[in-house]
């Protein structure tokens, strides 16, 4: 399971901590009992609604068929669409059996073109994915890519199309008129917060990912999470003592990590809290950065500017690969190297990161037992609870994005809609 830590040269911290607690517990014990406010917003809330045994198998089956028969599998979907599955595929994948891209992310023609020119010559399924079928982005991609279905495979081009939308929607009705394969997405789930459906779950599994492992490990961490109103509720402590730095002036937030396989899931994690958070001019902003490489870009103003932010960090604790930096014939100064592993290399570069940034600034660090499934299905729901619960303190709705629809009304009218 996970476990947070606290490095702090506040010493009084964790009594701070204990206190705001105690003082919020209202809200906790609110969210645990269930509000109905926000009951149109928390299908994701319980796992097993939208990614019960049944649903997962069903998935399984649809995975199983496109792998037989895809090269390649494109995604289309913006944001909340992509970016769960696409976490876990960059991180976990390592099959090519069917290659994974993504579209609907961009209206750069450069990009939809590069992305064009892999489909030649490969056995190409697509599966669009967009709640209420009216967002820019992957509306303009999916007809470029129907356009190439069609042309390519003729009548036939239907059974390749999968769409992911809303029922009762527009995409649902296009589906139900040129044969498409139509999924569900959850009317009750938001876009960040569909992970645990089958929105995250069909690429992921086509993909080659054990999805009812990461079912399983978001089950799990469900259960330890609605059943602890104490104070060791980590997810708890964690929307609290982020509230809590907010408070003290700190308007950031850093994600980051000493291991790449996290690059995609910063994404995912920076989309659920700016978007569930920014709002009423409050909030943390939430940044990411991938270590070693930044802190050779970001690492210099961490440690000597402005005190903007606090860090947390993922750290892995199970060794996940192995390779050592033996000498060779080349005298390069770096004999203190000589039989070292790079797991050991990148843990020393982790803790000195830890000790110096912990002299200017708060630093949390979530430990995750190992790099899987599982795991990034604990990570998924704690994090999802943890942004229920900590814009709930602060005083925001955790579910709308207002200021999103604002960039859009201005979009449409420049277009002519």
Request: net charge negative.
């Amino acid at each position: 399971m996970l476990k947070l830590r606290i490095e702090d040269k506040n010493q009084e911290i964790e009594k701070e901590l204990e206190v705001c607690m105690e003082e919020k517990r209202g809200i906790l014990r609110d969210i645990l009992k269930g509000e109905s406010k926000y009951q149109d917003s928390l299908g994701w809330f319980h796992t097993q609604e939208w990614a019960c045994e049944r649903q997962v198998a069903a998935l399984k089956k649809l995975a199983s068929k496109i792998r037989e028969e895809a090269d390649v599998f494109v995604l289309v979907g913006v944001g909340g669409s992509n970016n769960a599955a696409r976490s876990v595929i960059k991180a976990l994948q390592t099959d090519q059996k069917t290659e994974i891209l993504y579209a609907g992310n961009t209206l750069s023609p450069y990009a939809l073109n590069r992305m064009l020119q892999k489909l030649e010559g490969k056995s190409v399924y697509v599966d669009c994915i967009a709640k209420n079928f009216e967002t820019l982005e992957p509306g303009a991609s999916f007809r470029v890519l129907r356009k190439f279905l069609h042309e390519k495979y003729g009548k036939e081009a239907g059974k390749r199309i999968i769409a992911t939308g809303s029922k009762g929607s527009s995409l649902e009705r296009i589906c139900e008129q040129q044969g498409y394969t139509f999924l569900e997405f959850p009317e009750n789930v938001g876009g960040r917060f569909s992970a645990i459906t089958s929105v995250g779950l069909l690429p992921m599994a086509v993909a080659g990912i054990d999805i009812q492992k990461l079912v399983k490990g978001a089950a799990d961490m469900e259960k330890q999470l609605l059943l602890d109103e104490s104070n060791g509720n980590i997810a708890w402590q964690y929307a609290c003592i982020r509230n809590m730095y907010y408070k003290k002036g700190y308007s950031l937030e850093l994600l980051t990590g000493f291991e790449p396989q996290f690059r995609w899931f910063y994404k995912w994690w920076v989309q659920l809290f700016g978007e569930s958070e920014g709002k009423e001019n409050k909030g943390i902003f939430p940044v990411s950065a991938e270590f070693c490489e930044e802190l050779h870009a970001v690492g210099q103003y961490i440690q000597d500017g402005a005190p903007l932010m606090f860090e947390t960090f993922l750290d892995v604790q199970e060794q996940n690969a192995s390779l050592f930096a033996e000498k060779d014939q080349v005298e390069d100064f770096f004999d203190y190297l000589n039989g070292k592993d790079f797991w050991e290399m990148n843990k020393a570069s982790f803790h000195a990161t830890v000790k110096a940034h912990k002299e200017k600034l708060p630093c949390l660090i979530l430990e995750v037992e190992r790099m899987d499934e599982y795991h990034f299905g604990q990570l998924f729901y704690f994090f999802m609870f943890s942004c229920y619960v900590s814009a709930r303190i602060l005083g925001v709705n955790p579910f709308d994005q207002p200021g999103v629809e604002a960039y859009k009304k201005w979009m449409f009218e420049a277009l002519g809609k």
